[in-house]
């Protein structure tokens, strides 16, 4: 059974720090690309950071890069989004995706809420 449970979402001051994690079962974590995205309300679900099986590549968008981090633990079939200077603008609910050659799977979301 896949599952992607992610967590570590909550409610923080703006400019403060905050790490999801997204832990998977069910599948050979090893071989997928994860990503990190995020919808807030009324907005489409956008693309936040990506990182290849290895960890060696990673790719950011624009308003995220220098602040948030993704990583990932193949021993541990866990992939991490280390946000900081958290923004009011980046309060939005957190969803990480596993894809391997048109696969895809998704987690349920954590909760991200950054306080002015």
């Known amino acids: 059974q896949v599952q992607l449970v992610e967590s570590g979402g909550g409610l923080v001051q703006s400019g403060g720090p905050l790490r999801l994690s997204c832990a998977v079962s069910?599948?050979?974590?090893?071989?997928?690309?994860m990503s990190w995205h995020r919808q807030a309300p009324g907005k489409e679900r956008e693309l936040v950071a990506s990182i290849g099986s290895t960890g060696r590549s990673t790719n950011y968008s624009d308003s995220m890069k220098g602040r948030f981090t993704i990583s990932r633990d193949n021993d541990k079939n866990t992939v991490y989004l280390q946000m900081n200077s958290l923004k009011p603008e980046d309060t939005a609910m957190y969803y990480c995706?596993?894809?391997?050659?048109?696969?895809?799977?998704w987690g349920q979301g954590t909760q991200v809420t950054v306080s002015s």
């Open positions: 069910g599948f050979t974590f090893r071989i997928y690309i």
């Open positions: 995706k596993a894809a391997n050659r048109g696969q895809a799977y």
